[in-house]
T-cell receptor, first 112, second 108 residues
Framework: NAGVTQTPKFQVLKTGQSMTLQCAQD?????MSWYRQDPGMGLRLIHY???????DQGEVPNGYNVSRSTTEDFPLRLLSAAPSQTSVYFC???????????FGSGTRLTVV | GIQVEQSPPDLILQEGANSTLRCNFS?????LQWFHQNPWGQLINLFY???GTKQNGRLSATTVATERYSLLYISSSQTTDSGVYFC??????????FGQGTRLTINP
């Protein structure tokens, strides 16, 4: 039982490049979400999904796309990276209707 | 939207000391969580505590929902308690709204 797995752990991008941050969970959780963590600002919600085929925007969705084709996977796409997207990204999952959240170990992204 | 404020922003203590971390929130909530982020960045769920008091070993938490605050108590601190402590409230559909965190440093 691996929990929530995020890849890669570190990534450096040039401005304008695209990439996908991967998130996979093996707990059959319905709810998955992406947060970004910036210094002094806590974590902010980017996008979330309440089940396969359903996604919605969080607090800071601009510049990011998501899809949820399976229960297990919830990738986050940066179409054209900007320096303002330099951050640590966390994926989380939770069984629907519960208060138990499992976070991945994070992806540290630097955009130069 | 709902605002979550934590205090103090930083706290430095000697091993063995006790500490109290505070979380204020701007609106009524049905769900409040405390998390610990260790120095390696991993986030661990400590408590789900919408009201009342819970204890887990040296840690305990109290939420007074009517007065819109929650407290996290750490007794007999150990160096492994170091890290950042976040409180978060749920704002619909299991969306977490985090405070800015309290960075706790426990010196040996």
């Amino acid at each position: 039982n691996a929990g929530v797995t995020q890849t890669p752990k570190f990534q450096v991008l040039k401005t304008g490049q695209s990439m996908t941050l991967q998130c996979a969970q093996d707990m059959n959780h319905e709810y998955m979400s992406w947060y970004r963590q910036d210094p002094g600002m806590g974590l902010r919600l980017i996008h979330y999904s309440v089940g396969a085929g359903i996604t919605d925007q969080g607090e800071v969705p601009n510049g990011y796309n998501v899809s949820r084709s399976t229960t297990e996977d919830f990738p986050l796409r940066l179409l054209s990276a900007a320096p303002s997207q330099t951050s640590v990204y966390f994926c989380a999952s939770s069984p629907s209707g519960t208060q138990s959240y499992t976070f991945g170990s994070g992806t540290r992204l630097t955009v130069v | 939207g709902i605002q979550v404020e934590q205090s103090p922003p930083d706290l430095i203590l000697q091993e063995g000391a006790n500490s109290t971390l505070r979380c204020n929130f701007s609106d009524s909530v049905n769900n409040l969580q405390w998390f610990h982020q260790n120095p390696w960045g991993q986030l661990i769920n400590l408590f789900y505590i919408p009201s009342g008091t819970k204890q887990n070993g040296r840690l305990s938490a109290t939420t007074v929902a009517t007065e819109r605050y929650s407290l996290l108590y750490i007794s007999s601190s150990q160096t492994t308690d170091s890290g950042v402590y976040f409180c978060a409230v749920v704002s619909g559909a299991q969306k977490l709204v985090f405070g800015q965190g309290t960075r706790l440093t426990i010196n040996p």
